[in-house]
């Protein structure tokens, strides 16, 4: 991979933060980021496990259901930059495995 500090007039990259989580019926905490840009999510669960995502209280199901994330499906959820934003997921089923990626500053 190319070093990009040395082509002039391009930024840094910034570092970042990355993980797998195993989801299963319990909401989890994704990433709590405070820095601009979005949280990259993937679905990576081997079998058709849907996730769900969104704040504390997200759901399967109901009123507070999440936003769907099929299996192998992946998203960039934006956030803000000055405010702290927590990204939690839930999944139909135990067993369901979430890569997130985001920018820690």
């Known amino acids: 991979m190319p070093n990009f500090d040395n082509y ?5 990259l910034a570092p970042y933060a990355s993980g797998t989580v195993t ?3 319990t909401a ?3 990433a709590t980021v405070t820095s601009p840009g979005a949280v990259v ?5 081997t079998t058709a496990i849907t996730v769900y995502l ?3 209280g997200v ?3 109901g009123a507070t259901q999440g936003y769907t994330l099929t299996q192998n499906a992946s ?3 934006p956030t803000l930059g000055d405010a702290q934003c927590q990204l939690y997921a839930i999944a139909a089923s135990a067993g369901a495995l ?3 990626l985001y920018p820690t500053a």
């Open 8 to 12: 002039p007039g391009t930024p840094p």
């Open 23 to 25: 989801v299963g019926t």
């Open 28 to 30: 989890v905490l994704l």
């Open 41 to 45: 999510v993937q679905n990576n669960s």
């Open 54 to 56: 969104g704040g504390a």
């Open 59 to 61: 759901t399967a199901t």
């Open 75 to 77: 998203i960039n959820v």
């Open 98 to 100: 979430v890569t997130y």
